[in-house]
């Protein structure tokens, strides 16, 4: 039957259901189709914690949502226009979301008194008209999954687990997504159970076919691809992003990269994907734990490698003793901290950024480190890279602060070039001269401050180390106050220095009429751009700037806060940063914070922005 093609500039779906009902897995299919396609797109996983909640409760609903227009977009979008609801703690979790006339597509199959009864439901929501404001289509998807399959020799439970691809199905014909990846994906997926992947492949074509004839939707919907730079895209997520630039720091720098890890949700992804880049130089231990883990980093660093480590806020607590270390051995050395809710175990599974002050002041003694946070998905392939040559040139452990929302999150990449990378240089010692007498291994270079990273083993760069403290110049254990108190500053100002290093805070402030400033850190990015977007497009004047370096904070930090009558700073936290602007610069700036293990929506910080401008 013929159907109406509507365009569209923008989409918002939500996938939504039980634990094991596959929703990460459709709404990734459904988001590299996307991607494929061409359109701008931005996700947001949101899974529980538990490894198998109680299936139909509500602590183990799972959800995927995904962004994707026309044009560029910034966030996963505030509300989902259309939400896919596999069961009925599905629906409950997620219906407070879903505005007015919202598209609703519910699996009444699911919908029975006893799943009902589970979430606090007296009677069918389908039945009763509560869902009367939406456009509710409500479709027995389970069991049209197992009557397209009748024919596969699979059992009924397998065939009723193939649900999600059709309704994967299904809403790759409503936004005229491709099929043929989903396919392929399945295809490979599922190649040891031919049966399986038949089956599969079946149960998507017959939620497309279903959408192609049904008469319960006769509207299908285009939404054109986004004008992009030219170049090769894909889509990635924060965490993938991660370990393509630690494997191109290993390239860039020609060092050996060694990953020293324990698996912690949610920087677990990272060690994943480096483990199977060995081809590059990168070797990979999974520790027996925290400690274990970043004391191995740290001794491959002694060795000549670039040591990492990754893990998340309750890790970064245990590895606290062995980063101080790094900075009294002056090592380079690489620490991942993607954020998580806390404190302790907290909610492993949500985003957070509350681990700053941590990543500034969690050490013992005055242990300063350089502090790197990316602000988007893709941007964590840059952050790696900057944080790496930090570490490398300095001679110094770099904290990054990437955070949950960033690590699954994803976005269209464009692949860099190569050959424009920036070059990182280790600079190994190289023994002394004899007319220049015995090695000094802390005698520092004039411009960084930076010792010499001597190679064990070198004949001629023979030096002591350990965690006790260093006399100047020749590394000699030392208990001399004013010696002590020399080497502080030293490697205090070693870590100042770096300012000097890098790019001045920008600040978009394209009417230049602005008097607030909107400034923020981390994965907060895209909300507040888009946040910035709205008032702007209202008639108001509001700049915004975004730090990529906290620490050292961009020389030109203070001027910019000066240029500004009122600041705002929006943190996933109790407002660490405004903490510290407020203690280094004496600027009375307003913070905004929220700590729901969600990111910001941009609606929100619109409304926030708006106000302050309205105050003045």
Known sequence: MTKQVQQLDRVIIRFAGDSGDGMQLTGDRFTQETAAFGNDLSTLPNFPAEIRAPAGTLPGVSSFQLHFADHDILT??????????????????????LPRGADLIVNTDEFTKRNLAKVG?????????????YRVHALPLTSMTVTALTDFEISKKDAERAKNMFALGLLSWLYHRPTEGTISFLEKKFASKPEIMKANIAAFQAGWSYGETTEAFSVQYEIKPAEHAPGLYRNITGNLALAYGLVAAGVQSGLPIFLGSYPITPASDILHEISKHKRFGVRTFQAEDEIAAVGAALGASFGGSL????????????????????????????VIDVQRAGPSTGMPTKTEQADLLQAMFGRNGEAPVPVVAPQSP????????????????????????????????????????VASLPKIEPNFATPPSPEDGEFQPFQRD??????????????????????????????????????????????????????????????????????????????????????????RAAGQHVAQAHLRHLNPFPANLPEVLRSYDKVVVPEINLGQLALLLRGRYLVDVIGYNQVRGLPFKAEELQGVIQDVIDSE
């Open 76 to 97: 996963p979008g505030d509300a989902p226009n259309v939400l896919v609801a596999m069961n009925p703690a599905a629906l409950k979790a997620n219906l407070g979301d």
């Open 121 to 133: 439901y007296e009677t069918n929501p389908v039945e009763d008209d509560s869902l009367a404001e």
């Open 307 to 334: 040591g990492v480590t990754t893990t998340s806020g309750p890790g970064i607590a245990l590895k606290s003793e062995t980063i101080a270390l790094g900075v009294a051995t002056e090592l380079p050395l690489l």
């Open 378 to 417: 893709s941007d964590c392939f840059n952050a790696a890279l900057e944080a790496a040559r930090i570490a490398v040139k300095y001679r110094t452990p770099v904290i990054l602060l990437s955070d949950g929302y960033l690590a699954n999150g994803s976005e269209p990449w464009r692949l860099p070039d």
């Open 446 to 535: 004039p411009d960084t401050l930076a010792r010499p990273w001597a190679v064990p083993g070198t004949e001629g760069l023979e030096h002591r180390i350990g965690g006790l403290e260093k006399a100047d110049g020749s590394g000699n254990i030392s208990y001399d106050p004013a010696n002590h108190d020399r080497m502080t500053r030293l490697r205090q100002a070693k870590v100042d220095g770096i300012a000097n290093d890098i790019a001045p805070l920008a600040v978009d402030d394209p009417s230049g009429k602005a008097r607030v400033l909107v400034l923020g850190w981390g994965g907060t990015y895209g909300a507040i751009s888009a946040g910035v977007r709205r008032v």
